[in-house]
């Protein structure tokens, strides 16, 4: 889940971080109100696109309703805080790397939204409980910042990577850090994104719930309700049905390859239902109805669980509902999901229902998938 700005800030608030004072607003600032109004939504480059105004007393009412107005939203929430007196502003972001399993420290000597564009990020690896981080964040960054900066800077960067730790946090970025007159640091924006698969052990913040949920199509909502994730992908011409995230990559990048872009991307969730093989198919039926969309896939891998029960699923949903458009089917079973049910047979209940081929290779079922959709444009089930 990625975090407001406000439910991100009042998270480090509460780990002892210094951040802005600040207060939501939902309706209209008073016309006293001074200080930096800033749009609470889940995309960055605010600053770019107007959604952060700096207000001088009298001006925050007009500036709320551009702001607003911007986004299209009358009563879009905004975040009102005092204007800090920033002397530098540095980029500082922590994040998981997942190939190394561990976290990355990321700092840039010139923070401030030009940030992708200005060579000069420094980085390193960091494990907050291991012996002799200090010193090493210390050296990553002694040569671009002067010792007196340097230290204040490496403390802080440790102790976030703590919070990370603890919040279960992706990504923690902040930018700008501000060097304030006083030399002190603040934290005058926070992108936070948590892990959604330790969502349980947290309460989610309201306002990041709010907006997450505002953010889903209908589509997407329903999916959540029914026990598993759905993305729709604009520009898709074929619903893929998968299970697992690492699957669903794969056969993304598969059907790119074969030039029939998958039109969605389905994930299971934590403490999801055991099968949601039929809400699937609904939702890719669904999304299958659009013009544009011209086939349905279907793969999944079984480890252990049987395939029967899957085919079984997959056959009744079938019968129950026959696909809009052009439906392709690949079921990849180990030995153990094969026991006393073979692929042979599966075949033969599948076409039972108008399934002409079972594939348990992937490329060979996006190879079918490109075959079929390229010389026919016709309904049915192939
Ligand atoms: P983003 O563009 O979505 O990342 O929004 P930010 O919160 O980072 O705001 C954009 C820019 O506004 C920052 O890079 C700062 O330069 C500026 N800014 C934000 N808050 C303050 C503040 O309190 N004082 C001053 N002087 N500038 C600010
Ligand atoms: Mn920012």
Not at 189 to 215: T, W
């Amino acid at each position: 889940m990625r975090l407001t700005e406000h439910d991100g800030k009042a998270l480090l608030r509460r780990h002892g971080i210094a951040v802005p004072e600040g207060l939501l607003l939902q309706g209209p600032p008073s016309a006293t109100a001074k200080g930096v109004l800033k749009a609470q939504v889940l995309e960055g480059g605010r600053g770019k696109r107007g959604l952060v105004r700096l207000v001088a007393p009298g001006e925050a009412p007009a500036a709320a309703a551009a702001i607003r107005g911007i986004l299209g939203d009358s009563t879009a929430p905004l975040l009102l805080e005092q204007a800090v007196a920033i002397k530098r502003e540095i980029y500082l972001a922590l994040r998981v790397d997942g190939t190394a399993q561990g976290i990355q420290l990321l700092v840039h000597p010139e923070g401030g939204v030009d940030i992708e564009t200005t060579p000069g990020l420094l980085r390193c690896d960091l494990d907050p409980e291991a012996p002799g981080q200090l010193e090493a964040i210390y050296a990553l960054l002694a040569p671009a910042f002067a010792p007196a900066l340097a230290a204040p800077l490496a403390r802080l960067a440790l102790r976030l990577a703590r919070v990370m730790v603890a919040e279960d946090l992706d990504l923690l970025e902040i930018n700008p850090l501000a060097v304030l007159e006083n030399g002190r640091l603040m934290a005058c924006d926070a992108k936070l994104v948590r892990d959604d698969s330790a969502a349980f052990r947290h309460d989610a913040p309201a306002l990041s719930a709010a907006l997450e949920d505002a953010a889903l199509t209908p589509l997407e909502r329903r999916a959540r309700d029914q026990g598993f994730q759905l993305v729709e992908l604009p520009g898709g011409t074929v619903a893929m049905v998968t299970a697992g995230a690492g699957l669903g990559m794969l056969m993304l990048d598969l059907l790119a390859d074969v030039g029939c872009p998958a039109a969605c991307f389905m994930d299971n969730v934590p403490g999801g239902p055991m099968d949601s093989t039929p809400e699937r198919l609904d939702a890719a039926y669904d999304i299958a109805r659009r013009p544009e969309v011209k086939g349905v896939m279907f793969y999944t891998t079984l480890a252990s669980r049987p395939l029967k029960a899957r085919v079984d699923a997959l056959a009744e949903a079938i019968r129950r509902s026959p696909p809009p458009k052009p439906l392709f089917v690949g079921i990849a079973a180990g030995h153990a999901a094969l026991r006393g049910y073979s692929l042979d047979q599966a075949r033969a209940d599948l076409a039972a229902v108008g399934v002409a081929a079972l594939h348990d290779n992937p490329h060979d079922l996006v190879r079918a998938v490109a075959a079929g959709l390229a010389g026919n444009h016709g309904q049915g089930i192939r």
